[in-house]
């Protein structure tokens, strides 16, 4: 099986920045994308970047010049650095490994809270 553990979440101003990281563990030979998703209260579950195989990479239009995905493929590890944070980016951050060679399974972390304050 796969575990994925978020960590750098927290309280941080308007115009901040956070550094979030998910290390995936176990069976992870065949990782074909990491990346994170977020939930507002109240609010769908929405994708905020991934990044794939090969180093493409996908953001939300809302974080696009903002946030950054890279990745450390010796440690399976993914990060999300987040600058010039805004209230409306609060949410739970959830870290997604999309890992299979014939069928891909999706794993997800537990969530890490990030707070914005205007």
Request: aromatic share 8%.
């Amino acid at each position: 099986q796969v575990q994925l553990v978020e960590s750098g979440g927290g309280l941080v101003r308007a115009g901040g920045s956070l550094r979030l990281s998910c290390a995936a563990s176990g069976s992870v030979s065949s990782i074909n994308a990491m990346g994170w998703y977020r939930q507002a209260p109240g609010k769908q579950r929405e994708l905020v970047a991934m990044i794939r195989s090969g180093e493409s990479t996908n953001y939300a239009d809302s974080v696009k010049g903002r946030f950054t995905i890279s990745r450390d493929v010796t440690k399976n590890t993914v990060y999300l650095h987040m600058n010039s944070l805004k209230p409306e980016d609060t949410a739970v951050y959830y870290c997604k490994a999309e890992i299979g060679v014939i069928a891909t399974v999706d794993y997800w972390g537990q969530g890490t809270q990030v707070t914005v304050s205007s």
